[in-house]
């Protein structure tokens, strides 16, 4: 089986995989560097869209939709991400 294949595409629930991870992230760098970034650290409206095409791009026979896949996977990294910051506290607190 491909890395970027799942056995039921038909589940509600996405489980990612690491190469699908990666790729994702690598996308997110790369619109948080262009004109997709708002002014107050948020990514302007219609970017689930554009990322979805990105990752296809990237990775060939991906099957993951901007809306409930993508967009909530990147939710749940942010939420992932800051719970570490506050983990860390504002002067890092020796969290290493």
């Keep these: 089986m491909e890395e970027n294949t799942r056995p039921n595409s038909k589940q509600t629930k996405c489980q990612w995989t690491p190469h699908e991870d990666a790729k994702l992230v690598e ?7 262009t004109s997709w970034k ?31 896949h993508i967009e909530s996977w990147v939710k749940l990294l942010k939420r992932q991400y800051f719970a570490i910051v506050e983990m860390m506290g ?3 607190s020796g969290f290493g």
């Design 90 to 92: 504002t002067a890092g």
């Design 27 to 33: 996308c997110l760098v790369e619109l948080a560097t």
């Design 38 to 68: 708002c002014d107050n650290g948020t990514f302007k409206s219609g970017y689930g869209k554009y990322l979805k095409k990105m990752l296809h791009e990237k990775m060939s026979g991906c099957d993951l939709k901007a809306n409930p």
